[in-house]
């Protein structure tokens, strides 16, 4: 089983930029695509961005060409590199498996407030 602890938010000005960082632990990290969740209150998990294991990349369309995700298996560590970042991507971003494993384990999130 995998866990993720996720690091790196904040606040930052519109047009701004952010990485975002998620720590691993458990065995066979290298095996799993890793995804990027984000999450208003109230609302579902959406997916962001995903990295495979050969390094395929899948980006939701609110975040192409400002997103890039990326991974360190070496590391056991997976990025979000967060670009031209808009007030709309103020939420708390999650880091998990694509797909979700039942039963899902979820760490605190990060927040990313993008405000002037």
């Known amino acids: 089983q995998v866990q993720f602890v996720e690091s790196g938010g904040g606040l930052v000005q519109p047009g701004g930029s952010l990485r975002l960082s998620c720590a691993a632990s458990g065995s066979f990290f290298g095996l799993y695509a890793v995804g990027w969740y984000r999450q208003a209150p109230g609302k579902q998990r959406e997916l962001v961005a995903r990295i495979t294991s050969s390094g395929s990349t899948y980006y939701a369309d609110s975040v192409k060409g400002r997103f890039t995700i990326s991974r360190d298996n070496a590391k056991n560590t997976a990025y979000l590199q967060m670009n031209s970042l808009k007030p709309e991507d103020t939420l708390v971003y999650y880091c998990?498996?694509?797909?979700?494993?039942?039963?899902?384990?979820w760490g605190q999130g990060t927040q990313v407030t993008v405000s002037s």
């Open positions: 998990n498996t694509v797909p979700i494993v039942t039963p899902a384990y």
